[in-house]
C-alpha cells in the first residue's frame, strides 16, 4: 500500500489542524494506520494509530484529548484532527500502515510497514 499526508501547515497556538492520509492500494483488515511525527532535532515518535477493521483507537499522552484520528473505509483516507495545537507540536508527521492492533504498530518502523511520506505542521506561538 502506498500513502499521502497531506494538509499541514502554518497555524497559531489554540489552532485546529486536519490531515488526511490517502491510500492507494489495499489495507488489510487486520492492520492499523498510525500517525507519527518528526519534530527538528528529535527523534519520531508515535502520536495516534486506527484499526482498519474497526473503531479502536491509541493515542499518545501528548495528545490525548486534542487530537483524533478517525478513518473512512469508503475513501481509503485516515484522518487525523487536531485542536489546540501548541508549538510543540511543529513537526513533520507521517502516516504509516501496518500489521497489528492500534497499540502494536507503536513501534512500526520503516522496515516494518508502508509509510508515506511527510507533511510539515508549524505551530506558531
Known amino acids: 500500500v502506498q500513502l499521502q499526508a497531506s494538509g499541514g501547515g502554518l497555524v497559531q497556538a489554540g489552532d485546529s489542524l486536519r490531515l488526511s492520509c490517502a491510500a492507494s492500494?489495499?489495507?488489510?483488515?487486520?492492520?492499523?494506520v498510525g500517525w507519527f511525527r518528526q519534530a527538528p532535532g528529535k527523534e519520531r515518535e508515535f502520536v495516534a494509530a486506527?484499526?482498519?477493521?474497526?473503531?479502536?483507537?491509541n493515542y499518545a499522552a501528548s495528545v490525548k484529548g486534542r487530537f483524533t484520528v478517525s478513518r473512512d473505509k469508503s475513501r481509503n483516507t485516515v484522518f487525523l484532527q487536531m485542536t489546540n495545537l501548541k508549538p510543540e507540536d511543529t513537526a513533520v508527521y507521517y502516516c504509516?500502515?501496518?500489521?497489528?492492533?492500534?497499540?502494536?504498530?507503536?513501534?512500526?518502523?520503516?522496515?516494518?510497514?508502508?509509510w508515506g511520506q511527510g507533511t510539515l505542521v508549524t505551530v506558531s506561538s
Open positions: 504509516a500502515a501496518g500489521f497489528g492492533s492500534p497499540g502494536a504498530i507503536v513501534t512500526l518502523t520503516p522496515r516494518t510497514g508502508s
Open positions: 492500494g489495499r489495507i488489510f483488515s487486520s492492520y492499523a
Open positions: 486506527v484499526s482498519w477493521s474497526d473503531t479502536r483507537t
